[in-house]
């Protein structure tokens, strides 16, 4: 009977022992990250009938594969997303009203067009300057935007290596705190699930290869093979000025003596920053300075070959601007005065030759090295719109796809290790019955031991 009551008892504590790991799965259902876990039971061996029931450990009920899908669409859904916003800014800069370069150009030559009829009148040449001013003003405004963006990106990468380089160092000592445990095995569940959401947060910034130690311990690479977290050894990024255009920064990683120079491979939200930063914004900006320069050039050389309203050579050009940033800088030269317009090329009064020459430019077609292409100026900026409002929407495709992706693996893992409530609503009342049970074989004991004592 000593025997019933020690196997009863076993029972009675390996149920207790479930139900308690059944309330912690439920208790932890809604919180992100949580990998549900299992009450182990196994039969102890001895005896005649044998020797009940122990609880060999708790598990954690986790699929490396799953968790690797999650972490591996986590940095594409980040990468396009980062891709998303700033190409609908950059399009919205493009293309706001007060930035639009080819109706500015339509009202300038609109303006330069009421000219020819009275060359010689003051207010129709200020309302053509006007014009002119007008259409530097939108450069400026592009440029603004473009800059924005730049300035915006190096304080989006400065804040993204801090918070690298803290999970990378969190890593580091979960990899520790699981080795003291003795491994995957006998580490706390919480402790394994702790350092998957870290690595979570991690690809979010960029794509993570892992792979698992004999100790335990995880050892993260990024994906084109550079060492992140080796054991309890983590990297550190770090972003420093280019050499060659201080303004922007190289992201590059240490680990040990060893550095590598970091692209925007790297994928994730940070290289997503790097390859819009590299490839679209530069290609924008190198775009609208070498329409402005190409503008104000042209306009230039053809006012220059003519007369003022004084019958005079020019002795300024209609517009200036820093070569250095020539959209950021373009405007009409200071002093510049509506009688100074070359409208004429003989000096003779009336004469609109030298007009009806800077009017043709709106035809003219030019040369654009951004684009690779020989547009007119209208055209060329219409181009350029066109490429933006194309990647936009391939950007906000390529986004919403990834997403998707990403929501499919978050609920392929979810069905593995998420908490199901009916599931354990169900366990509940299994271990619930079995505890009862147990409990009856305990009582039903000691009432067979209370009869013998009462045949005495």
Do not use: C
Not at 267 to 283: A, F, I, Q, W
Not at 298 to 315: K, Q, R
Not at 394 to 422: M, P
Not at 435 to 446: E, G, L
């Amino acid at each position: 009977m000593s025997n019933m009551i020690n196997i009863g008892l076993s029972g009675l504590l390996a149920s207790q022992s479930a139900l308690s790991v059944t309330s912690n799965n439920i208790a932890n259902a809604n919180v992100a990250g949580y990998s549900r876990q299992q009450a182990m039971l196994a039969t102890v061996s001895g005896g005649a009938y044998g020797s009940g029931v122990a609880v060999t450990g708790v598990r954690r009920i986790a699929d490396q594969y799953l968790v690797d899908q999650v972490w591996s669409n986590a940095s594409n859904a980040e990468f396009h997303a980062v891709q998303k916003s700033y190409f609908g800014q950059v399009e919205q800069i493009f293309g706001s009203e007060g930035s639009d370069i080819s109706a500015g150009l339509d009202q300038l030559y609109a303006a330069l067009n009421a000219n020819l009829l009275a060359p010689d009148d003051i207010a129709t040449r200020q309302a053509a300057l006007n014009e002119a001013e007008g259409l530097a003003l939108r450069f400026n405004a592009i440029n603004d935007g473009v800059q924005s963006q730049f300035d915006q990106i190096e304080s989006q990468l400065g804040a993204s290596v801090t918070e690298a380089n803290v999970y990378l160092q969190q890593i580091a000592r979960l990899n520790s705190e699981v080795k003291s445990h003795g491994g995957v095995e006998t580490a706390p569940p919480e402790l394994l699930d702790e350092r998957d959401n870290v690595i979570a947060e991690l690809s979010k910034l960029m794509d993570v290869s892992v792979s698992e130690n004999k100790d335990g311990t995880l050892n993260v690479a990024l994906s084109q093979g550079q060492p992140l977290v080796v054991g309890a050894v983590a990297a550190e990024l770090s972003l420093t000025p280019d050499p060659a255009t201080p303004e922007f920064g190289l992201l590059s990683l240490s680990f040990g003596d060893n550095r590598f120079s970091l692209d925007e491979g790297i994928e994730g939200s940070m290289g997503s920053l790097l390859d819009y930063r590299d490839n679209s914004l530069k290609d924008s900006k190198a775009f609208i300075d070498e329409l402005a320069q190409q503008i104000a050039d042209e306009m230039n050389t053809v006012l220059m070959a003519g007369t003022d309203l004084n019958g005079n050579p020019p002795t300024q050009d209609l517009f200036s601007y820093d070569p250095a940033n020539p959209a950021g800088t373009l405007k009409v030269t200071d002093g510049f005065t509506a009688d100074k317009l070359a409208f004429a090329k003989d000096g003779t009064p009336g004469d609109n030759s030298n007009l009806q020459d800077l009017i043709d430019l709106a035809n003219k077609p030019l040369t654009f090295v951004s684009l690779g292409l020989e547009s007119t100026m209208g055209d060329a900026f219409a181009s350029k719109m066109g490429q933006l409002g194309s990647s936009s929407q391939q950007a906000r495709l390529n986004a919403d796809s990834s997403e998707q992706s990403l929501i499919r693996a978050q609920s392929d893992w979810a069905g593995v290790s998420g908490v199901n409530t009916d599931e354990e609503g169900a366990n509940l009342i299994l271990y619930q019955q079995a505890y009862q049970s147990n409990a009856k074989v305990i009582s039903t004991a000691d009432q067979l031991f209370q009869t013998v004592l009462q045949a005495f």
